[in-house]
């Protein structure tokens, strides 16, 4: 149909003296027109036989058409604003749920970093207060117990079992904590994160 129409506007346009830029109360030509309706053909059609749009012709565009396109091109303005304010507003969301995977990622190993370290603290400690070094007791003649390490008695050495057994139990404290609580929101993770850091 549309190739018809075309091919009618073809013949009519071949007539000699015919007006192929009459002005309508709009302010349009047929070229106007055939470009607002979007017919490719008969847009071509018209271009060949040398027909021009009203701003080619020079002719002052209808107030109300002006209006009319000023309101036009605002919405189509607005429209691509808030399109893109919607993209960003989705980049933003996804780059923030990145963000918080990588804090929990981040406050997880801080986590399981600390329950190692822990535990080797528990163990070195353990360690240290029933291996006691120095010569231990082989008579009764002196006053102490069979077995008894010389500087168990020693001021220093009790000093350093107080903090040995402080340290083997705040590290088994904190062993405990991290294989007995189960924490899921991601504040009270920083707040265990935080308590264990200061115990630690």
């Known amino acids: 149909m549309a190739l018809y129409f075309s091919q009618i506007v073809r ?6 003296g015919i007006n192929l830029n009459p002005i309508n109360k709009a302010g349009d030509t047929p070229l106007d027109i055939a470009e607002k309706i979007g ?3 008969l847009v071509s059609v018209l271009k060949e036989a040398r027909a021009a749009t009203a701003k080619d012709l020079g002719k002052p565009q209808n107030p109300a058409k002006q209006l009319k396109q000023t309101v ?20 933003v969301q996804k780059i923030a749920k990145r963000l918080k995977k990588l804090h929990i990622s981040g406050l997880n190993n801080a986590i399981n970093s600390a329950t190692v370290v822990a535990v080797l603290i528990a163990t070195v400690a353990f360690a240290a207060i029933f291996t006691i070094p120095g010569q231990y007791e082989e008579d009764r003649s002196k006053g102490s117990l069979l077995g008894q390490a ?12 107080i903090f040995d057994s402080l ?3 705040i590290s088994l404290a904190v062993v405990v904590v991290q294989t007995s609580v189960v924490v899921i929101e991601q504040k009270a993770k920083k707040k265990l994160v935080f308590v264990i850091n200061k115990l630690m």
């Open 167 to 169: 340290a083997l139990f």
């Open 39 to 41: 017919n490719a053909e």
């Open 11 to 16: 013949c009519l346009v071949s007539f000699e």
């Open 72 to 91: 036009s091109d605002i919405k189509h303005e607005v429209q691509s604003q808030l399109q893109q304010s919607r993209q960003t507003g989705v980049r």
């Open 150 to 161: 010389h500087i168990a008695n020693k001021a220093p050495f009790l000093v350093f079992f």
